[in-house]
């Protein structure tokens, strides 16, 4: 069955670096999502991201993150400027039109 | 977002039968119940969703009450593997997104 891989599995940087996490989606797949856990806390949404463009953000979503199709496979979250807060598991999810979204199994990102 | 319900947590016995409520009372007629779960160190997992009628598949099942205020997802016979957080999720017409609340925390005893 077609899975959704992102890499790498565990990112250390220090405060202030740039990140760039990546995913790579189903290959038939039109909708793509970053979502973020911090540890004990609850799934949250990130950014929603449909025909090269962003569809929809949450507040969380600021000027320092920005989201990326670089190529016809590859779906990337970079962060500018990590800070201490951003410390958080990074889901990477894709989907066809209204069908169940497709997680993957993440990104450990931990900033010293 | 849509709101839903559950318990913070649940626990069973390994072959027996669970039954996880989801209480989603100002659910609108075309929003679907969508049920994901998520087990340790892993991202989500889709389960199960429906709209009006109950709804089976290879995971589990999905009861959803006649006025669809509330639902619950059967699994008819845990087993270890089955233990992780069930997030039930209002997903709301035309939305792609899913929106997860603290979900139930299901632990299964051997």
């Known amino acids: 069955e077609p899975e959704v891989t992102q890499t790498p599995s565990h990112q250390v940087t220090q405060m202030g670096q740039e990140v760039i996490l990546r995913c790579v989606p189903i290959?038939?797949?039109?909708?793509f999502y970053w979502y973020r856990q911090i540890l004990g806390q609850k799934v949250e949404f990130l950014v929603s991201?449909?025909?090269?463009?962003?569809?929809?953000k949450s507040e969380i979503f600021d000027d320092q993150f920005s989201v990326e199709r670089p190529d016809g496979s590859n779906f990337t979250l970079k962060i500018r400027s990590t800070k201490l807060e951003d410390s958080a598991m990074y889901f990477c999810?894709?989907?066809?039109?209204?069908?169940?979204?497709?997680f993957g199994n993440g990104t450990r990102l931990t900033v010293t | 977002d849509a709101k839903t319900t559950q318990p913070n947590s649940m626990e069973s016995n390994e072959e027996e039968p669970v039954h996880l409520p989801c209480n989603h009372s100002?659910?609108?007629?075309?929003?679907?119940i969508h049920w994901y779960r998520q087990l340790p160190s892993q991202g989500p997992e889709y389960v199960i969703h429906?709209?009006?009628s109950n709804v089976n598949n290879r995971m589990a099942s999905l009861a959803i009450a006649e006025d669809r205020k509330s639902s619950t997802l059967i699994l008819h016979r845990a087993t270890l593997r089955d233990a992780a957080v069930y997030y039930c999720?209002?997903?709301?017409?035309?939305?792609?997104?899913?929106?997860f609340g603290q979900g139930t925390r299901l632990t299964i005893n051997p």
């Open positions: 999810a894709s989907s066809r039109n209204n069908s169940p979204l497709h």
């Open positions: 290959s038939n797949h039109l909708y």
């Open positions: 991201f449909y025909n090269n463009e962003i569809s929809e």
């Open positions: 100002t659910i609108s007629g075309t929003d679907y």
């Open positions: 429906g709209l009006t």
């Open positions: 999720i209002e997903k709301l017409q035309g939305a792609q997104k899913l929106v």
